[in-house]
């Protein structure tokens, strides 16, 4: 599995929940323990370096 591989675990439902919209559903992403966890690490990896701003 490949990071490029991610989107065929996110369904779009279009017009939901109105005309025009496109919901976003992860629930096949949040259903595969595999491409659940390079998902995670990949956006941790790209955010590693970034502090967060206090204030």
Request: proline share 14%; charged share 15%; aromatic share 10%.
């Given at each position: 599995m490949s990071v490029?591989?991610?989107p065929?675990?996110?369904r779009a439902i279009p017009d939901y929940?109105?005309?025009g919209v496109t919901f976003r559903d992860i629930t096949?992403?949040?259903g595969n323990g595999g491409a659940?966890?390079?998902a995670?690490?990949?956006l941790a990896e790209?955010?590693?370096d970034v502090q967060p701003a206090c204030g």
């Open positions: 490029e591989s991610l065929d675990f996110i929940p109105q005309p096949p992403l949040l659940l966890a390079l995670t690490s990949s790209r955010f590693a």
